[in-house]
């Protein structure tokens, strides 16, 4: 029994129905071992000797290290050692460094300051949990407590203490020139003044905890060959290895990552903070090692879905069109960039919403508080944004007296529209999505709203791309010296040429040439944009737009690897632009593959498993 | 280290507990605080004494003892104006190890049962021999040491005794609050009543101003007006993941009436 309707009536023609996958029922591979209690949970895997690690965690939101006392902890008994932040070999890391993506800002084991209360400033091993935690209690730590800030807005002001050192504007660095991610699309100005009525909204989201059954941990044990066995609680195995290789300055060839598929993730699983503190409690002691965090840290520490605040206005006509959308948002990233500044990326990238708005502006900020640094959680970085959007869309259907559906399913994109990020849209089903819940819901909406379909009226005008302001406001570290208005500028400084389209960016190349997908020995389309390929034919040709001419300013691109280029810009009045710096590039390549065959100088003379 | 103590007799257990030592009966709390590392104890003390198990009827009363588990008090011809109570705590698992004796120690937001007890106006029987109401144990709670071996309640007439638990997620949630009234007649007026609520503060407790309103009326809308007025006076509801206090004292009259005048739901 299937509680599933299928309504492929729907876009028949554009469907061909034989798959042998998608659309028939299956069974999951691990769903035998789950319905009967067989699967295994890391902490299921039983080592002779294991040993247990624990965390001194600061009380504080903000503190300064003055110094740390261990000499009572080291004396207690079964405590088998004490990891200092100088025990770790390579103690910086972002997350997405492993895609080049961010500088590194967070220690594993923070040595001079803390900022967020949780974070963990040493760590003790000892033969039975009971023990490492009677240790971690007389671990004596001397605070110098700072000034913190804990709300996005006031953590922008210009006096804001600093959260994190790395990026002293307390945001993250957008394409080496912005403290924000900026979209342009149109001229809001313009679309706020034809409009014949402006409403705005303030909608904000707390942070939510993952709350995984089984809370994040790892048992690491030393293997034979030098190599270290790692069984861990991860949804992103290789993320989790990759860090562990590069904090711990370690072969990934000597590392041997064994997951799960229990446990329940829902992305506060990603973050890879217990298996590097596992293995380096393997690396020093030559012992088994579990780090598992304890409920009260899981919700303490664990790393959260962000919370967002978002500022909306729209101008509406009166008959319900939206003709300018203007977006300020905030994420609280937390007190270190984990995957906040990825997160705001896709925020972007789904602006305005599946709606068709010719003039479009967002300002998203990736902000630093002392909180509890922030991380996935299923469709991150839309979910907030989409709850903002569509109360909003709400509030303007309340505002103009239309019905909320109709409203939708009137301002809803379509096939061949243009959208803010300035690619076609195409497969679009908004319209169908309406009428169909309607239905569903006994919901009565008019007759024209239940004939729309997203296969027609779209693309003609809808695909033109308008001339497009821009501004060069909220250039990185400008928010220290002066107050400027987080909002996107109604008054552009720049323009850019109506028609220009936007331009795909790749994302990282390849390591080896040989790396590189063939499109005609793969069986799926593959983007034109490489330019170390032969161009395939572009998909669907833009009825109205003519070929891009300088092919840059969509200032929304998804960017891993952006270089940043001036726009066509009149004579800026207010300062001549400063030079552009140098994109950022790792002091030294992050290392893969074996590096230091031979033994380690780690393993001591202790039975091998 | 963690070291574990059995003793023959509850009198031998009493006298083993102490400083940095605690008493296990279910385990339901004490086994939460073992597992996630409480360093505020050193010994576990238990008992094998099988009186510690037994329901027996005394005269009027039923003896009850502290380490019979819910699923017992659910399941006991004796007991079966208690079942309701016992049935709204935990789930199948819990109940078969939650006791009586751990329900008057358990903390907020737990302790349902001992709601119940309240407003039967039980008897705690310590096992030095000492016997205290219920009430003054509950108000003392923590300030002593000592071991309850039983409790005994008065059988209520039928239909005297009522219990209801709020919770938002059912079956097995945690109490936004429990409310128990023992409401004898006579003459068809109310007489004697004993209202109590759980969740209302640090321990279970009895509001008298709603009993004395109670008091001489009839079980009517009318009736009842004033004792809803004075539901929650005296109490201290506190904050907590599952509700704030304020929103514990305004629902509370509500709770009340559906108590007193069961609604007839369509």
Redesign the interface.
């Known amino acids: 029994m299937t509680t599933i309707e299928f309504r492929k009536d729907l876009f028949a023609d554009e469907r061909v129905d034989d798959l042998k996958q998608i659309g028939k029922p299956t069974v999951r591979q691990d769903i035998l071992g789950h319905v009967t209690g067989r699967s295994p949970y890391y902490d299921d895997h039983l080592f002779d000797g294991l040993l247990h690690m624990r965390c001194v965690r600061s009380p504080h939101h903000h503190a300064r290290i003055r110094s740390i006392d261990t000499s009572a902890a080291e004396r207690m008994p079964g405590v088998r050692r004490i990891v200092m932040p100088s025990d770790v070999p390579h103690n910086i890391n972002t997350l997405l460094s492993l895609i080049n993506f961010g500088r590194d800002d967070e220690p594993l084991l923070s040595h001079t300051k803390v900022s967020y209360r949780g974070e963990p400033v040493c760590a003790v091993i000892a033969d039975t ?2 023990q490492a ?2 240790a971690i ?1 007389a671990v004596r730590v001397d605070w110098e407590v700072l000034p913190h800030v804990l709300d996005v807005e006031e953590a922008l002001e210009p006096d804001a203490p600093v959260v994190n050192e790395e990026y002293p504007n307390n945001t993250f660095d957008y394409h080496e020139r912005y403290d924000h991610q900026k979209l342009r699309f149109g001229d809001i100005g313009a679309g706020f003044a034809q409009a014949d009525r402006v409403i705005e909204g303030r909608y904000q989201m707390s942070p939510i905890e993952q709350a995984p059954l089984e809370t994040c941990g790892a048992i690491a044990a030393p293997e034979t060959n030098d190599r270290f066995v790692c069984y861990t609680s991860t949804q992103a195995l290789f993320f989790s290895l990759g860090t562990t290789a590069k904090l711990l300055d370690i072969a990934s060839s000597r590392l041997h990552f064994v997951g799960g598929t229990v446990g329940g993730g829902f992305g506060g699983k990603v973050d890879s903070i217990v298996e590097p503190m596992a293995t380096l409690g393997a690396v020093l002691t030559g012992r088994p090692v579990k780090f598992m965090w ?3 840290e899981e919700m303490q520490v664990g790393a959260p879905r962000g919370g967002e605040r978002w500022y909306i206005k729209d101008g509406v006509m009166n008959d319900g069109r939206i003709v300018a959308r203007s977006f300020t948002g905030f994420f609280d990233c937390g007190a270190y960039t984990r995957l906040s500044s990825y997160a705001i990326i896709k925020a972007t990238g789904h602006l305005p919403g599946p709606y068709t708005i010719p003039n479009v502006a967002s300002n998203v900020y990736c902000v630093y508080t002392n909180r509890t640094p922030a991380t996935a959680m299923r469709g991150f970085g839309i979910t907030g944004v989409d709850f903002a959007i569509e109360s909003h869309m709400d509030k303007v259907a309340e505002a103009v007296g239309m019905d909320p559906v109709e409203l939708r399913i009137l301002n809803a994109y379509r096939d061949g529209d243009m959208k803010a990020h300035r690619r076609l849209a195409k497969n679009t089903a908004l319209i169908e999505c309406c009428q169909v819940a309607a239905d569903k819901a006994g919901w009565r909406i008019g007759p024209q709203f239940a004939a729309a379909s997203s296969l027609s009226d779209g693309g003609g005008d809808r695909a033109l791309i308008g001339e497009t302001v821009t501004d060069q406001e909220g250039r990185i570290g400008e928010r220290r010296q002066r107050r400027i208005p987080f909002a996107p500028s109604e008054r552009g400084t720049g323009r850019i040429a109506a028609g220009t389209a936007g331009e795909a960016v790749s994302a990282a190349r390849p390591q080896r040439d040989d790396m590189q997908p063939e499109p005609e020995r793969i069986g799926h389309k593959v983007s034109a944009a490489d330019p170390e390929r032969p161009a395939q034919p572009a998909a669907p040709p833009a009825p109205a737009a003519p070929p891009p001419q300088a092919p840059q300013p969509a200032q929304a691109t998804p960017p891993p690897v952006y270089e940043p280029q001036a726009p066509a810009e009149p004579p800026a009045p207010q300062s001549p632009p400063p030079a552009q710096p140098e994109p950022y590039r790792p002091s030294e390549p992050f290392q893969r593959g074996v590096k230091r065959p031979g033994a380690s100088r780690f393993i001591s003379g202790t039975r091998r498993r | ?2 070291s574990v103590e059995t003793f023959e007799t509850i009198e031998e257990a009493a006298g083993a507990v102490g400083e940095r030592s605690r008493f296990m009966a279910g385990g339901t709390l004490l086994m939460v605080a073992v597992n ?2 409480n ?1 505020g104890f050193d010994r576990i003390v238990r008992t094998s004494d099988r009186r510690l198990g037994e329901i027996s009827n005394a005269g009027d009363r039923v003896h009850i003892g502290a380490g019979v588990t819910m699923a017992k008090v659910a399941a006991s011809r004796d007991l079966a104006f208690l079942a309701p109570a016992a049935r709204s705590v935990g789930g199948p698992a819990i109940r078969n190890r939650a006791t009586v004796g751990g329900n008057l120690f358990a903390p907020h937001p737990y302790g349902d049962f001992a709601t119940a007890l309240l407003a039967l106006d039980a008897t705690v029987h310590w096992a030095d021999g000492r016997e205290e109401p219920i009430e003054t144990v509950l108000q003392n709670r923590g300030q002593s040491i000592g071991l309850a071996a039983a409790v005994s309640v008065p059988r209520p007439q039928a239909d005297e005794f009522r219990f209801l638990k709020v919770a938002r997620v059912k079956p097995k949630g945690a109490s936004v609050m429990a409310l128990a009234a023992w409401l004898p007649k006579s003459a068809g007026r109310l007489e004697n009543t004993r209202i109590a609520f759980g969740a209302m503060g640090a321990t279970a407790a009895r509001v008298k101003a709603c009993e004395a309103a109670l008091n001489g009326t009839n079980l009517d809308e009318r009736g009842i007006e004033p004792a809803l007025q004075a539901a929650t006076e005296g109490l201290s509801p506190q904050d907590d993941a599952l509700a704030s206090g304020w929103y514990r004292r305004e629902v509370a009259p509500i709770h009340l009436k559906r108590l007193l005048i069961p609604e007839r739901r369509l």
Do not use: I, S
Request: net charge positive.
């Open positions: 949990e009971r935690r009677a209690a304890d409920r009260p | 280290m963690l996630y590392g360093q």
